[in-house]
């Protein structure tokens, strides 16, 4: 059994690297051209839809999928009242959004929606996630994620396409909607497909009690998390135009490419092998740290570059009418690096069965951050993103610290991932630009070549200083340790 779990797991880590490669590319690709084809309104006004959207549909989880992947799941009884309780939710939840929209709309005085038709249309995404909630758990704790990654492509594929095609027809913000639909339509079914699995009409709330209360605590965590996540948009939807919503959404989504899929590749198979691993502190630590340590280096020389070198990448990229955003990415560069690790405090509390400090800390930041918003919203939006992004830092610090409490891991540990692949993008950053500078050529050449300079001088750096690190990144990722 330990063979078949490192041999999954060496798969699963292949097959996610290849599939965050893509993934990479087409979330790029898709954010320079529908950036260059749609105006700050559009992404403001889906920004502020989907904020709500997230808040509300987040109960439709309840805990339930962390559920089925900790604990042991596996009578057709248990996973089809999962199933049920994920689905009868989700239907309350959708009713709920359908009452609320009329209001929404007069809240946000969204003209632009002559009734509340588009926030239902596209609020029906939460019955889609709902059916597929336990499809994707079985998946997960099948350590499948070879399916996963192929479902994730096909998905950001199509419906890429699809938005694009919209945007042509000059359809605007409805692209961005078409989008989103799309990518969890198909999400679902390769889920339901690559499962292999159907629930039946059985229902029996007392053989998933104990996953319940796991899910409560963790529902309360992740509830209170989204709200955190969505809380800037929500707030600044309320006090700012829909244009420069716009752009504050574009500067998030700057440091959220390279990041946020990294992330919840890593995040997801994480979850799966930390999970084996609470009775082995020893290896769960190194395995832990290396996940950080890949989590750093493969996304930090991302968000440096981009943070020094803004507004060429802007211009060469999205076009000059998203240069009022260029301060407000630099403003949000601490935010942006911390973002390179953000499933750390997630990874450590879910396997070793600790949804109350998660809920806990979504707590304590849910009763800070609206002081931080609400006051520096008054000073602009470059002073606002300044204030989010120190705040990022001190918070983190101290959920970190106290999400390590009792665990095998130390936050010094934490930050030390942090150190090399800073140092190694500052003597990138400041040899390709000395290397360019001189050069006479185009500046959209001269930014695509400072980029290459930059890419292959951080390479050799990490390949001359940090073999050794690599290769036991390497071993740990492909589970060798676990599979002895």
Known sequence: MANSIGRKTSLGMAVTLFSEVISFFLNTISFVILSRMLSPDDFGLFAILMAVIAVIGLFKDFGLKQATIQFNVNSQLQLSSLFWIQFLLGLLIYSFLVLLAPYLVKFYALEQFANASVICILGSVIILQCVSLQHHALLLKNLNFKAIAFIKIIASLFSFLAAVYIALNGHGYWALIVKFLINESLLTLGYWHCSNWFPSLRFDLYSISKH???????????????????????????????????????????????????????????????????????????????????????????????????????????GEKWLQSVPMIKALLFWGLLEASACAAPLVNITRLNAIKLRNISILKLLLLPFILLI?????????????????????????????????????????????????????????????????????????????????????????????SIFEIKKLMLAHNISK
Not at 388 to 393: E, H, L, R, W
């Open 212 to 318: 319940m209360k796991f899910g409560a605590n963790l529902f309360a965590a992740n509830l209170i998390h989204s709200i955190n996540q969505n809380l800037d948009k929500i707030i600044i939807g309320k006090a700012f135009s829909p244009d420069l919503v716009g752009y504050f959404t574009r500067a998030q989504a700057a440091y959220t490419i390279p990041t946020s899929s990294v992330n919840s590749s890593f995040q997801s198979v994480g979850l799966s092998i930390l999970g084996k691993l609470k009775s082995a502190p020893k290896q769960y630590n190194d395995y832990y740290i290396n996940i950080i340590k890949a989590l750093t280096f493969l996304t930090v020389p991302a968000v440096l570059f981009l943070a020094i070198f803004t507004q060429d990448l802007v211009l060469l990229l999205i």
């Open 376 to 468: 520096f919203s008054n000073y602009g939006l470059y002073n606002l993103c300044l204030a989010i992004s120190i705040f990022g830092v001190i918070f983190r610090v101290l959920a970190m610290w106290y999400s390590y409490k009792g665990s095998p891991i130390n936050l010094s540990s934490y930050f030390k991932c942090y150190f090399k692949p800073i140092a190694y993008s500052s003597i990138a950053s400041v040899v390709s630009w000395l290397a360019t500078d001189s050069m006479l050529v185009i500046n959209n050449y001269k930014t695509l070549l400072l980029a290459l300079i930059y890419l292959c001088i951080y390479s050799l750096t990490i390949f001359v200083f940090e073999r050794n």
